[in-house]
């Protein structure tokens, strides 16, 4: 089985602080995804990053790609109430194929 | 950007009957969809895979017979659930990859949530 482990499960925090979430793998992806899922709506892509070592920002939110393609981070600065929502890391093997989920972070965050 | 549309977004049904959710590209076409079902505060579990013009390729552990999956266009997908019982109740989730420029990238539907009293 192809597994993503995803870390942490649940983080709460309180506004101003950082964070970041990992997601690790003995298998090598071709792409993986970040996205953030609130409750009862789908999930809505971050980022997708696909090199080794790449390194992608969006705001306040910064994504790396592990130099193998193993693994890959989220870092989230100063952090505010907005962010909570469920994080979710997922791998592709293949161009358009299925992807392997991680666990998800629920992300919490008080003001 | 790419949007996947997923109809009904809630269902309410009785034991024993079948329900049927949709999920549409609306603007691309897409030859795979994806099925997910997704428990509270837990993360995506892929259920199957849609391939438009041939049989579903199902993960392990899911019942074929049970989750009938049909894409019979390429815009198009369908997840019937059948028989429906109350442990089938869940939140179902597809999704679909533009390909294209956008090969690396999946869009997922909004989600539906079906609750079998």
């Known amino acids: 089985t192809q597994l993503l482990e995803q870390s942490p499960q649940f983080l709460s925090i309180q506004e101003g602080e950082n964070l970041t979430v990992y997601c690790n793998s003995s298998?090598?992806?071709?792409?993986l995804q970040w996205y953030r899922q609130e409750p009862g709506e789908g999930p809505v892509l971050l980022v997708t990053?696909?090199?080794?070592?790449e390194v992608k920002k969006l705001k306040r939110l910064t994504f790396q790609f592990g130099d193998a393609r193993k693994d890959s981070s989220l870092h989230i600065t100063a952090a505010q109430p907005g962010d909570t929502g469920l994080y979710l890391c997922?791998?592709?093997?293949?161009?358009?194929?299925?992807?392997?989920f991680g666990q998800g972070t629920e992300l919490s965050v008080k003001p | 950007g790419a949007v996947v549309s997923q109809h009904p977004s809630r269902v309410i049904c009785k034991s024993g009957t079948s329900v049927k959710i949709e999920c549409r590209s609306l603007?691309?076409?897409?030859?795979?969809m994806f099925w997910y079902r997704q428990f509270p505060k837990k993360s995506l579990m892929l259920m199957a895979t849609?391939?438009?013009?041939?049989?579903?390729?199902?993960e392990q552990g899911v019942e074929k017979d049970k989750f009938l999956i049909n894409h019979a266009s390429l815009t198009l997908s369908t997840l019937t659930v059948t028989s429906a019982h109350p442990e089938d109740s869940s939140f179902y989730i597809c999704?679909?990859?533009?390909?294209?420029?956008?090969?690396?990238?999946?869009?997922f539907g909004a989600g539906t949530r079906l609750s079998v009293l």
């Open positions: 999704s679909a990859p533009p390909g294209g420029y956008a090969k690396n990238i999946q869009y």
């Open positions: 298998s090598v992806f071709s792409s």
């Open positions: 990053v696909v090199t080794g070592g």
């Open positions: 997922a791998g592709a093997h293949n161009q358009g194929g299925k992807l392997i």
């Open positions: 603007d691309f076409q897409a030859t795979t």
């Open positions: 849609s391939n438009e013009g041939s049989k579903a390729t199902y």
